[in-house]
């Protein structure tokens, strides 16, 4: 009888929390929603309706696109409490390389694209791959192995490219990924979409996900519970890297050539978006979907503000700004909830 | 201090509790985990806004917004984990931020003299240059109550003190806590450690529930009041009735010749436990117990030796290994290793078994759930729902929730290190009834603890650890304190 009743007030309690929860999670959804649309017509009317259309939205998302892909990558290493600094570079040098494989194969236009692909991503993971053994071996710090890195796939997309953008020969492969729309959505936005769900599920909902987590944690609590966390490290760095190497093959088809600058400065940015998105540089806290929002927050101002005219030193400064602001009103939210 | 409340979400942590310290007292401060110690003395210190109620310096009110304001007031604070800065010495550390200048420049030697002169008051001798991660507990000890005299504080507040203390340690603390009542200084003296309380405090106050249930003269108050005071219920018994192993109980773990190179290297250990038996190991801080159990679990990887488990031999080079074959520990540190503080209770509970909750390759958030609730209820754990996050939780309730994640396997063997430290009487009680449990279920235990009583109450057969190694073994009939302090200290041949 006793038995029964404790059950019951617990699970009494448990339903009365988690309807509070969603109570004040649709109120949170309701409130933005609310604000988002106000946000919109406002910046609709300032730029004199140039935001609102068709194609400057899907500019915007096509913009996003390369620096989205990154911080999702970006995002799994910042949970572990990393950072890579490399993906910038891999970018240039994945896309130089699939330059030089797309240009050296000699087979119908899928296999070609796909031998390409293979090609990118493997420069991508095995970069990552590099980056992470010094990390999880002998306990450096990512900052500096992934800097050194940074340095490294750098120059050799100077190296293989000979210093010149290498132009794809024949771009009939790429054309589709490049340029081309399905349904009057570009297959590049689609691409970001299938690539931002998967990892938000992997992150999410798998038990890799929740290694992922709770590594950046409390590391040493996730390794006495017989987490091997040497390997779920290592491999959020090959996440990372694949992720920037998939972005470097779209710029590469975007352009039909592989630029061995393509990618400077990016780091930069795709780390922005993942704090942007909410994710705790201290680790153990973060997710995709923030990561996405951040990402298409600052793809958005970049947007009203060209739209503006404004010109682009001043949009550095916002751009700077916005970050911090962000971070503060998310530090702020923090404190609130746990008072 | 009176009338004081604090309200965090979801619960009222003080609910109008009043407290005074007289010069030259030691006012001890006792209650089970939760009861509003901490908070109440976070409020002193300035480290937390009270939401009510006011607090009264030499009869004047006064406002205390923070760690400074408080300092200014006179009021020293020396929580549990010391606010030491690692990586700097002695000298520099208990200047910190009052530190003597000269124009711009530090004047360091002035800073050693000042130094120098507040340990000199106290007749202590500290290694002054070296960096305070290299000292003892004890040291760092006296190194934040030197911290505390040179900015001229007269009420010291501290913070479970002798939980990492050896027992000489702590005679020279209390020899030099007596020093200072005698220099009109007042002390709060916060503990688990009730059997200590009789020497050091002049006056006790009971907390239950964030209020204050009893103030009594420490000669006026008998550990058995205490203890029903502090759980509002009488508890006829410490510790539960064991078991006896049945005589053909087979072994379960066996060690042998196991070495590792721990922090304290462990040199060829061997010894065996039978289902449903608890061998404890005594000895003191930095004999070895605690590395002796990480090598058996993994934690720490063994140089040499063996390890069986039902009679089949294993090869333990991780935790994961150790895990698989049915071993599990549960540290001695349960916030920096047993729990991942910012996750929910939920997802400790199910983070060392998450493959057995995956379906087609996703959690299945549902199962886990109903796993972790039925933990919630079997232990007792107190928590608004399985979605808490665990750092909300009071210790005693932590620690319920790193059981949790080790009872929803299929553990044979458990390596209890320090089961019951900064828990509190009740949640106790709770853990040894939860040992026994598992050994009807015919577990193995193996428990580490500093608390001799414990030691003594809670083993079959206890096992004296000195440098790393087994020096002798005891029947529980036979095992008395001093033999086994006799032989944890060296003194016996």
């Known amino acids: 009888m006793a038995e029964t009743k404790v059950q019951a007030t617990l699970e009494g309690r448990a339903s009365d929390a988690t309807a509070q929860a969603r109570r004040r999670s649709l109120l949170r959804v309701a409130a933005f929603a609310a604000g988002f649309i106000v946000l919109v017509l406002a910046v609709n009317a300032l730029t004199h309706g140039d935001f609102l259309t068709e194609r400057n939205l899907t500019n ?29 570079s891999i970018v240039g040098v994945s896309g130089v390389v699939a330059a030089i494989v797309a240009n050296s194969l000699h087979m119908s236009s899928p296999f070609v694209f796909v031998v390409t692909l293979f090609a990118a991503l493997g420069v991508g993971a095995l970069s990552g791959y590099v ?12 900052f500096i192995t992934t ?5 490294v796939a750098r120059g050799l997309a100077y190296i293989l490219s000979h210093g010149q953008p290498v132009p794809l020969q024949n771009s009939a492969p790429f054309d589709w990924l490049g340029t081309g729309a ?6 590049q936005v689609i691409v970001m979409a299938v690539v931002a769900i998967a990892f938000a599920v992997i992150l999410g909902r798998t038990a890799y996900g ?10 040493e609590a996730a390794r006495l519970a017989g987490i091997d966390t040497r390997r779920t490290k290592t491999i959020v760095y090959v996440i990372s890297g694949g992720c920037a190497a998939l972005a470097g093959l779209l710029l590469m088809a975007r352009f039909a050539s592989g630029s061995p600058q393509s990618g400077t400065g990016y780091e930069l940015q795709c780390i922005a978006a993942v704090v942007v998105g909410g994710t705790s540089l201290m680790g153990g806290r973060g997710s995709i979907v923030g990561t996405f929002f951040g990402a298409l927050l600052i793809g958005v101002l970049n947007n009203v503000m060209n739209l503006l005219n404004i010109e682009s030193y001043t949009q550095q400064i916002v751009l700077g700004i916005v970050i911090l602001l962000a971070v503060i009103l998310d530090e702020l939210r923090k404190r609130y909830l746990a008072r | 201090m009176s009338g004081i409340v604090k309200t965090f979400p979801g619960v009222r942590a003080l609910d109008g509790v009043s407290f005074d310290v007289e010069a030259g007292e030691v006012h001890a401060l ?22 009510a109620g006011e607090i009264a310096l030499d009869g004047r009110t006064v406002r205390i917004d923070g760690p400074k304001a408080a ?11 010391f606010n030491l800065v690692p990586d700097l010495g002695v000298i520099e550390n208990i200047v910190l931020g009052v530190e003597p200048r000269r124009g711009i420049f530090l004047d360091r030697r002035a800073a050693a003299d000042e130094a120098a002169h507040a340990l000199a008051e106290l007749d202590i001798v500290l290694p002054l240059d070296r960096p305070t991660r290299r000292l003892t507990v004890a040291q760092q000890q006296l190194t934040e109550i030197a911290k505390c005299l040179l900015r001229q ?26 020093k200072l009542k005698a220099q009109g200084v007042a002390f709060v003296y916060i503990s688990h450690r009730l059997e200590e309380l009789p020497r050091i405090a002049d006056r006790i106050t009971v907390l239950r529930d964030g209020r204050t249930i009893e103030t009594r003269a420490a000669a006026a108050m008998p550990e058995a009041d205490l203890i029903r005071l502090m759980v509002g219920r009488p508890l006829d018994s410490h510790y539960p009735d064991l078991p006896p192993v049945s005589d053909g109980a087979a072994v379960v773990l066996d060690v042998r010749a196991l070495s590792a190179d721990g922090s304290v290297p462990v040199r060829d250990v061997a010894f065996g436990v039978r289902a449903g038996e608890v061998v404890g190991l005594a000895g003191l801080v930095g004999a070895g117990r605690t590395d002796i159990v990480r090598a058996i679990a993994g934690a720490d990887v063994p140089s040499s030796g063996e390890v069986a488990v039902d009679g089949k031999r294993i090869v333990v080079r991780s935790p994961a290994d150790a895990i698989r074959a049915g071993i599990v520990l549960i540290p001695e540190d349960r916030k920096a290793q047993g729990l991942v503080l910012g996750m929910s209770v939920r997802e400790n509970t199910t983070l060392a078994h998450l493959a057995d909750f995956e379906r087609n390759g996703l959690v299945d958030r549902r199962a886990e759930t109903a796993a972790t609730n039925q933990e919630i209820g079997e232990l007792h754990i107190r928590t608004p729902s399985s979605e808490q996050t665990v750092r909300n939780l009071s210790g005693g309730n932590q620690q319920k929730v790193v059981l949790a994640k080790w009872l929803i396997g299929r553990a044979r063997v458990f390596l209890f290190d320090e089961p019951t430290r900064g828990v509190d009487v009740g949640g106790k009680a709770e853990i040894y009834a939860l040992m026994a449990e598992l050994l009807r279920q015919g577990a193995a235990i193996v428990m580490v603890s500093s608390e001799l009583p414990e030691v003594l109450g809670m083993s079959h057969r206890v096992l004296v650890v000195r440098g790393g190694m087994i020096r002798a073994e005891f029947a529980r009939a036979d095992a008395t304190p001093q033999k086994v302090i006799a032989v944890a200290t060296g003194a016996a041949a």
Do not use: C, H, W
Not at chain 1, 182 to 187: D, N
Not at chain 2, 44 to 50: N, T
Not at chain 2, 71 to 81: A, D, H, K, R, W
């Open chain 1, 60 to 88: 915007v998302l096509r913009q996003i696109t390369v620096n989205a892909i990154m911080a999702v990558g970006q995002t799994f290493v910042i949970i572990t409490a990393g950072i890579d600094l490399s993906v910038g």
């Open chain 1, 131 to 142: 980056n992470a053994l010094p990390v999880v071996r002998l306990n450096l710090p990512p």
């Open chain 1, 147 to 151: 800097l050194a890195m940074m340095q």
């Open chain 1, 182 to 187: 399905f349904a009057g959505i570009p297959y």
């Open chain 1, 210 to 219: 929740r290694y992922v987590l709770a590594l950046g944690g409390n590391e």
């Open chain 2, 30 to 51: 006792v209650g089970e985990n939760g009861a509003g110690k901490s908070t109440l003395m976070k409020i002193l210190a300035g480290a937390l806004p009270a939401d």
């Open chain 2, 71 to 81: 300092e200014q007031l006179g009021i020293g604070m020396i929580y549990q984990e």
């Open chain 2, 153 to 178: 504080a007269r009420l010291i507040v501290m913070d479970e003190p002798t939980a990492a203390l050896t027992d000489r340690e702590t005679d020279a603390l209390f020899a030099l806590i007596a």
